[in-house]
C-alpha cells in the first residue's frame, strides 16, 4: 500500500502593511476560502516579517495548509 502524498502551501495573514493587529475574521476567511478547496489548516505560527517595507518588522502569522495529491 503507497503512503498518502500531500501538498503544502502557506498563507501569510496580517491586516495591515504596516503595523496593526490581526483580526479574528481574517484567518476566519482565508481558513474558509482553502476548506472549500480542499486544503486543511496544519498549523498556524506567529511571526513578525522584516525586509516588507523598510528595515522594520510586521506582525502577523503564517498559516499551513495541506491537502491529498491526486
Do not use: C, H
Request: aromatic letters at 6%; a neutral charge.
Amino acid at each position: 500500500m503507497a503512503a498518502a502524498r500531500y501538498e503544502y502551501k502557506v498563507e501569510e495573514i496580517r491586516e495591515r502593511l504596516i503595523g496593526g493587529t490581526t483580526s479574528g475574521g481574517k484567518p476566519e476567511k482565508v481558513r474558509g476560502d482553502d476548506a472549500r478547496n480542499g486544503w486543511q489548516l496544519t498549523a498556524i505560527t506567529a511571526v513578525e516579517v522584516t525586509g516588507r517595507i523598510g528595515p522594520g518588522g510586521v506582525d502577523g502569522v503564517l498559516a499551513t495548509f495541506e491537502r491529498p495529491v491526486g
